[in-house]
């Protein structure tokens, strides 16, 4: 069993930053991939950003628009999302999540989830 924790989230003016964290509290963490997702009011669960276990490889949904970076710890089974310039659009609880095995970005191919955190950007 996985347990995940996010942190980092808050309030925020359009043009700021936050940086999202997630404690993962589970054996062999370089087994998982990793993944961040967000879901706003009203809409689906969509796909942020994921990465890989150990390769360093790293993919962002198209709308990021190389303002998120995803990043982790092995050393401290953690995560993290690096979020600059926020937009409106990108209010949303954030969501991390883990699979024993390669990253994806599918929703349902993650095992593993956390409760997540709120972020809102104000305009």
């Known amino acids: 069993q996985v347990q995940l924790v996010e942190s980092g989230g808050g309030l925020v003016q359009v043009g700021g930053s936050l940086r999202l964290s997630c404690a993962a509290s589970?054996?062999?963490?370089?087994?998982?991939?990793m993944g961040w997702f967000r879901q706003a009011p009203g809409k689906e669960r969509e796909f942020v950003a994921r990465i890989a276990r150990t390769s360093g490889f790293r993919y962002y949904a198209d709308f990021v628009k190389g303002r998120f970076t995803i990043s982790r710890d092995n050393t401290k089974n953690t995560v993290y999302l690096q979020m600059n310039n926020l937009e409106p659009q990108d209010t949303a609880v954030y969501y991390c999540?883990?699979?024993?095995?390669?990253?994806?970005?599918?929703?349902?191919?993650?095992?593993?989830w956390g409760q997540g955190t709120q972020v809102t950007v104000s305009s």
């Open positions: 999540a883990a699979r024993e095995g390669p990253s994806s970005s599918n929703t349902d191919s993650y095992d593993y």
């Open positions: 589970v054996s062999s963490f370089v087994r998982y991939g």
